[in-house]
């Protein structure tokens, strides 16, 4: 058992293994489970490449057996920074039979993210693609491997010399209620927290989300947000899909001119955007594109989606709009594909499980009067209990009872659904992507010219929020630096391109409250754009 996480009580988890959420079954098992069941049906389209369940099965042992040739172990947590191909599949399948813990780094995340993941998990290995953080990595004293997806990448090993090694079969015998992958967490101060995810739990979380969405074996889930995000791996998802034994087709990049021509092409089903995404692909939908009558469901989540923009789906697309609420950490709520048009644009979800206990409560935990707003605290079968190797943090995170405070703010509907009314964590959500804002502050404040910096979210109406940046420089003599080369320093410093501030603004002091703290609502409001 991976020490550093918190499972259920002995009570709860016999609850839900009871009522049949939990089914025991790991990811390895489950890989081995649809690959006898749905054989030679194509699992995975990536480009010309067209990959049974059978092929997808075949690939995952053979990783898995070259992982245990090179060293890797059952528990043994591996950083995996790939983008939206079938390696990631076969990659983390491989992980999964191997017994070993794969932990799901973004595409966009640079050095100091990476570095950070492979020293706080502890990771033995980094797999990257692309331009990746192989240096950093590699820089981490429990990194022992370094691999590529690309031999052409550098002086690393090889996806090729892992899928070429002969060696024993890879298989172990892991604990379904064991951690099966650490993802990351919005965040609201400093780096990401994580969070571990069970074979149980999580192969739940997907087998009732595809229920949720209606998919069967004639679905086609085209994966156009990056692939490590909790929405498209398991809401429905990739996993969601494979258990039905539909067909999953990855998309390089998520715009239209990408995504229509696959959508046409293999006639895809339903796929998952973020609003900004969605507000692009209806712009290019009102000109000439390939034919779409093969969508059926188009999933938008990840940040509030403007009704003006909502009403737009079904005209323009000729699909339903499934509004999705959710985290990582664990509570999903969907609309009904089949909900009315003025249910659907409302966005008010039911939770996926009929075992999510929800409260709302106001500054003091007292439960709200029905249909109040107040925060949103929720726990399940599929809601974790604590993050990642994070004790100070958890004890403020979750209730002593084992509620995670979602940070969201909610209400009950007058039909019991939920509705999002705001959010009262520090994060901003950058166009579905969020930002802790002190972890770029303290970036920031390394810059030697630097006195003081508060990073905010101010509206905008195609991402939701952007970030700016509020700097107090150094006194003179110093020069202020410029916002260019504030932005470069960032860069340098091996930050997520989506965490940069999108405006830098200086400032002669950062405005307080009266107890002494950050005024973020001053901020906001009080000072010109």
Not at 296 to 312: S, T
Request: proline share 8%.
């Amino acid at each position: 058992m991976m020490d550093g996480w918190i499972g259920w009580p002995a009570d709860l988890a016999a609850r839900y293994r009871a009522a049949g959420y939990w089914q025991g079954e790991t990811l390895g098992g489950f890989l081995d489970r649809i690959a006898a069941e749905f054989g030679d049906r194509v699992a995975i389209v990536d480009g010309a490449r067209r990959w049974s369940y059978r092929e997808l099965d075949a690939r995952a042992g053979r990783l898995a057996a070259g992982l245990r040739r090179l060293g890797v172990a059952p528990a043994d947590r591996v950083v995996v920074q790939l983008g939206n191909t079938a390696e990631f599949a076969e990659v983390c399948f491989g992980l999964w039979r191997l017994g070993a813990i794969p932990v799901m780094a973004l595409p966009a995340h640079r050095g100091a993210e990476i570095a950070h993941l492979c020293a706080h998990t502890a990771a033995v290995a980094y797999v990257f693609a692309g331009r990746g953080a192989a240096g950093a990595a590699a820089r981490v004293p429990t990194v022992r491997w370094v691999v590529a997806a690309d031999r052409s990448a550098g002086p690393w090993l090889a996806l090729d010399d892992l899928r070429e090694a002969p060696g024993p079969d890879g298989r172990a015998n892991a604990d379904a209620g064991g951690v099966a992958l650490l993802q990351l967490s919005g965040g609201t101060t400093g780096v990401p927290k994580l969070i571990p995810r069970t074979h149980d739990d999580y192969l739940y979380s997907a087998r009732a989300s595809a229920q949720a969405c209606r998919l069967g074996r004639d679905s086609g889930y085209l994966v156009a947000l990056p692939v490590a995000h909790n929405f498209p791996l398991s809401s429905p998802g990739v996993l969601g899909t494979l258990s039905v034994g539909g067909r999953l087709v990855f998309a390089p990049a998520p715009s239209p001119e990408v995504a229509f021509p696959l959508i046409a092409r293999e006639g895809v089903t339903i796929t998952a955007v973020v609003p900004p995404l969605a507000q692009v692909w209806l712009r290019a939908a009102a000109a000439p594109h390939p034919d779409l009558s093969s969508l059926r469901v188009l999933q938008v989540g990840g940040a509030p989606l403007p009704a003006a923009v909502a009403r737009q789906v079904r005209p323009v697309l000729g699909c339903a709009l499934q509004q999705v609420f959710g985290m990582a950490e664990g509570l999903l709520s969907y609309t009904d594909p089949d909900d009315p048009d003025e249910v659907a644009v409302a966005g008010h979800t039911r939770p996926l499980s009929p075992a999510d206990e929800i409260r709302i409560v106001d500054d003091e935990d007292r439960e709200v009067p029905p249909g109040a707003s107040g925060h949103l605290l929720t726990r399940g079968p599929y809601t974790i209990r604590g993050y990642y190797r994070a004790d100070a943090h958890n004890r403020t995170a979750f209730t002593p009872d084992g509620f995670y405070r979602t940070g969201d703010l909610a209400r009950r509907t007058a039909g019991g659904r939920l509705a999002v009314t705001g959010r009262a964590k520090n994060q901003i959500n950058r166009g579905g992507e969020k930002v802790a804002a002190e972890e770029v502050e303290q970036h920031l404040l390394a810059h030697p010219r630097v006195r003081q910096a508060v990073v905010v979210g101010t509206p905008d109406p195609f991402l939701g929020e952007r970030t700016r940046a509020l700097v107090v420089p150094a006194p003179a003599p110093a020069e202020p630096p410029s916002p260019a080369a504030l932005r470069a320093f960032l860069r340098e410093r091996g930050l997520a391109t989506y965490k940069i501030p999108d405006q830098v603004t200086f400032v002669d002091a950062i405005p307080e409250t009266g107890v002494g703290k950050l005024s973020r609502t001053e901020l906001t409001e009080g000072v010109p754009r």
